[in-house]
């Protein structure tokens, strides 16, 4: 099979450099129907990973947060969200990221979790090692929930069931922090996080996710254990330690 | 008066570089009496900072997180928090801070938040100019609430009462987002967040904040409109516009 790998890194290096170009300058910002604020950055840096899939690869779908999709249907789709964190973006956070996965058939094979601020970029799949910036890495191991790091970006972004379900796991770990949207799926598969759990996600969030961790030797399914694909319903759950997914999944 | 901001360069240099030694490491954790977490990075990070005071000021007072105060009640005194936002730092978000503050009579008149890892250093003080890595910074003016955005490390931080009244202030901004420690308050000092909002702070946090965010143009005060001294209460509210500052205190 192809390697899609390095054509993925430069897909990442493209929307790195538009998004370099606008982090912390004044730009407009406009309202999605759903009141998630896009500004021009997301757009630009989505068209220049768009132009190279066309140009290189032009049988390849594309899927995207910020324009329709193309050929979605193609057994090979790139799935994109330009930049995922948008408010931290906004504010100046080098903790948002850009989210580039490959589908093959509507599952995700290959990941890429780029910070272009912060220069920081994990990348993982069937098949491909996990890295951050090129060096190998792995989840770590944390089978107790006791002693675990658990991760969300906001308890408001759970409905009332669902975020009952967070707080009974919430009540068992070491430590719980917010903020922080797809750069806390990256610490799990660089092993300084346990555990992240989120609701809502849509496929050009989570298919990225997914392979970065599984290659990193984590978990990363939806709140029913089953694998991420292209039509789950955007509850996540991610684990650095299969025993620990066990246990979290009981809870949830 | 002798103008210490070189001197706290410094003392930022010599923590910055023990914390980036350890910074995703695998490191032992000790819990203080109120659960919260100190690692060795912190211990190390201030000690570097106490012996380059005890060379080349020993005149001055210092005041840490992590080890008993000496001569508290100098005319000048020292004040660090050498990890704010240890659980960052351990989950290797690169969004926590090292704080150091002067105190001229108990009243913080020289602050720096010292991001090691991104490598942004935020100062300010009475007669020092606000910068970001050495260039002059601004907070940025938004009169109107509506389109306010406000940051706080966590909900939980607050008590019953406190969390309503955060609340009210949350319900009329443009945009809310959690995590972030002191780096919000940088961030209010170089213009890309409105409002940041906090409860429960120490001395060693807050003492170096309020400096950085007037020199920036900002307003920075506790909930009563307050000036910030070694004496306040924790309870901050730092807005980047005044007008904005004025309409919150009135919510909180």
Known sequence: ???FAPFAHMLADSSGAVIRSYFRTPMP????TDESPVTIADREAESAIRQLIEEIYPDHGIIGEEFPSIREDAEYCWIIDPIDGTKSFMIGRPIFGTLIALMRNKTPILGIIDQPIAGERWCGGDGVQATLNGAPISSRQCPQISSAMLCTTARE???????????RVKERVKY???GGDCYNYGLVASGTVDIVIEAGLKAHDF??????IIAAGGVCTDWEGKAIDFYSDGRMLACGDKELHA????LL
Chains 1, 2 share one sequence.
């Open 157 to 167: 972004l759970f409905n009332e069931s669902d975020g009952r379900a967070y707080d």
């Open 29 to 32: 910002v406009d309202y999605k």
């Open 207 to 212: 298919c990225a996710l997914a392979p970065v």
């Open 247 to 250: 246990e979290v999944l009981k």
């Open 1 to 3: 099979m192809t390697n």
């Open 176 to 178: 719980y922090n917010y």
